[in-house]
């Protein structure tokens, strides 16, 4: 099956700081949609991407279709204690369903 | 506003038992899903469905089933609970266009098989 690595795995950060991560495949998809999982719940979709190049923002979170269109990135600025949670990146191709990659825990310190 | 509604929200089960879990959705979604998550390993799918009467294998079916009565309902089906099994499972629900699809998660169901 198609195979996303997302990384980076987990991330320890201070609050007010700026987050990055990402999301590569050897496959060309045609959407991309970034998801945040909080503890105890089910992942809730942030932002849809569809074509490549295109920026989107949600708030303090900033994601992009890579120009490839086998990768893309989700920032959040300016990070606050409620950010805590596990972002998914998840690529679509087609008509397929979708695959998610592995996930990134994301941790604020006060 | 209930979107997909898992239940139970934990269970322990018995090597050998079986259960199933619930799963439904007020959406009027196609597409329905089920996923299990691994600590590290993120969502691999179980079984999918593209409507009534229609189900799929995922990534990882063996071990369950699945059915689609309805529109509204997907229930997964332990026959012989295995320690493997311990997870956390994720219903799905969508609407299928072929252009635009964004998946609806419910708030997952905690199995543990000892």
């Known amino acids: 099956g198609q195979q996303l690595n997302q990384s980076p795995q987990s991330m320890f950060i201070q609050e007010g700081e700026d987050v990055s991560m990402n999301c590569t495949s050897s496959?060309?998809?045609?959407?991309w949609l970034w998801y945040k999982q909080d503890p105890g719940e089910g992942p809730v979709l942030l932002i849809a991407?569809?074509?490549?190049?295109e920026l989107t923002s949600n708030g303090r979170l900033t994601a992009q279709f890579g120009i490839t269109r086998k990768d893309s990135f989700l920032n959040i600025s300016a990070s606050i204690p409620s950010d805590v949670g596990i972002y998914f990146c998840?690529?679509?191709?087609?008509?397929?369903?979708?695959?998610f990659g592995r996930g990134t825990s994301l941790i604020v310190h006060p | 506003n209930a979107g997909v509604t898992q239940t139970p929200k934990f269970r322990i089960l018995k090597i050998g038992q079986s259960m199933t879990l619930q799963c439904t959705q007020d959406?009027?979604?196609?597409?329905m899903y089920w996923y299990r998550q691994d600590p590290g390993m993120g969502l691999k799918l179980i079984y999918y469905?593209?409507?009534?009467?229609?189900?799929d294998k995922g990534e990882v079916p063996n071990g369950y089933n699945v059915s689609r009565s309805t529109t509204e309902d997907f229930p997964l089906r332990l026959e012989l609970a295995a320690p493997s099994q311990t997870s956390v499972y994720f219903c799905?629900?969508?609407?299928?266009?072929?252009?635009?699809?964004?998946?609806?998660f419910g708030s997952g169901t905690q199995l543990s098989v000892l």
């Open positions: 998840a690529g679509r191709r087609g008509s397929y369903i979708p695959t």
């Open positions: 496959s060309i998809f045609n959407t």
């Open positions: 991407l569809y074509k490549a190049g």
């Open positions: 799905a629900s969508s609407y299928h266009t072929g252009s635009d699809e964004k998946l609806f």
């Open positions: 469905s593209v409507g009534a009467g229609i189900t």
């Open positions: 959406m009027n979604h196609n597409y």
